[in-house]
C-alpha cells in the first residue's frame, strides 16, 4: 500500500497567517492527489484535486501543489472558518490511502 | 443539488451483519463512481469500497481489512448503494461515508453527513 505522511499533525497559527501543510507519498503517484478539509463534528469536504485544481466554491485562498511524492496545501491568509483537519488523499492506487491528517487551530 | 444521504447504522454486536444505504439525487447515478469511507472514532479517514460507474461495468473494489466480509452494491434505478457487512468487528466501529466521484475529477466530490455504527456486545 502507499503511505501518505503529513506533517505537521497539528498547528496553531494566527488570523492573516501564511499556513503551510505537506504530504508524501511513499512512492510516485504523479498528479493522482486530493486534499480534503473536515471542520469538528462534519463530513469532510474536498478542497482540491488532482494536486492543483481547486473545488469549486472553494475560496482563492488555498491552492495546492506538487507532483509524484511530495505535495502541498498552502492558506494564503488563514481565516477563523480554516479551524478543521486537514487530510491528503492518493487515487493512484488501490488502495486509496489518506495521511493522518492536520489539526489546524487559530491562535 | 447533488446529495448523498445514508442510512442504516446502529449497535450491532461482534459477529454480526448490519446494511447500510445511500440514497442519491441531483446527478445521473449511474454515471458516477459510488464509495464507502469510514472514520473509527477519532481516528482518521479509510477508503472502504467502490462501485465504478457504468462505463466501467459497475466493478468493484475493496479494501483488504473488509475484502471478504462487505458486499457493496448498487441499483441504478433506486439511485441507491448499499454495504451489506457481514462478520463485523469491535474495529469495525465507525462513521461510515458515502461519497460521489466522477472519472477523470479527483475523487470523492460530494459526502454524505454519515452514519454511525457501533459493533459492541
Known amino acids: 500500500d502507499i503511505q501518505m505522511t503529513q506533517s505537521p499533525s497539528s498547528l496553531s497559527a494566527s488570523v492573516g497567517d501564511r499556513v503551510t501543510i505537506t504530504c508524501r507519498a511513499s512512492?510516485?503517484?504523479?498528479?493522482?492527489l486530493g486534499w480534503y478539509q473536515q471542520k469538528p463534528g462534519k463530513a469532510p469536504k474536498r478542497l482540491v484535486y488532482?494536486?492543483?485544481i481547486l473545488q469549486s466554491g472553494v475560496p482563492s485562498r488555498f491552492s495546492g501543489s506538487g507532483y509524484g511524492t511530495h505535495f502541498t496545501l498552502t492558506i494564503s491568509s488563514l481565516q477563523p472558518e480554516d479551524l478543521a483537519t486537514y487530510y491528503c488523499?492518493?487515487?493512484?492506487?488501490?488502495?486509496?490511502?489518506f495521511g493522518q491528517g492536520t489539526k489546524l487551530e487559530i491562535k | 443539488e447533488v446529495q448523498v444521504v445514508e442510512s442504516g447504522g446502529g449497535l450491532v454486536q461482534p459477529g454480526g451483519s448490519l446494511r447500510l444505504s445511500c440514497a442519491g439525487s441531483?446527478?445521473?447515478?449511474?454515471?458516477?463512481?459510488l464509495d464507502w469511507i469510514r472514520q473509527a472514532p477519532g481516528k482518521g479517514l479509510e477508503w472502504v469500497a467502490r462501485?465504478?460507474?457504468?462505463?466501467?461495468?459497475?466493478?468493484?473494489e475493496y479494501a483488504a481489512s473488509v475484502a471478504g466480509r462487505f458486499i457493496i452494491s448498487r441499483d441504478n434505478s433506486q439511485n441507491s448503494v448499499y454495504l451489506q457487512m457481514s462478520s463485523l468487528k469491535t474495529e469495525d466501529t465507525a462513521v461510515y461515508y458515502c461519497?460521489?466521484?466522477?472519472?477523470?475529477?479527483?475523487?470523492?466530490?460530494?459526502w454524505g453527513q454519515g452514519t454511525l455504527v457501533t459493533v459492541s456486545s
Open positions: 461519497t460521489r466521484s466522477t472519472y477523470g475529477s479527483g475523487n470523492f466530490d460530494s
Open positions: 441531483g446527478f445521473p447515478f449511474s454515471d458516477h463512481y
Open positions: 462501485s465504478r460507474d457504468r462505463t466501467r461495468g459497475h466493478t468493484i
Open positions: 512512492q510516485g503517484i504523479g498528479d493522482d
Open positions: 488532482t494536486a492543483s
Open positions: 488523499l492518493q487515487h493512484s492506487r488501490y488502495p486509496y490511502t
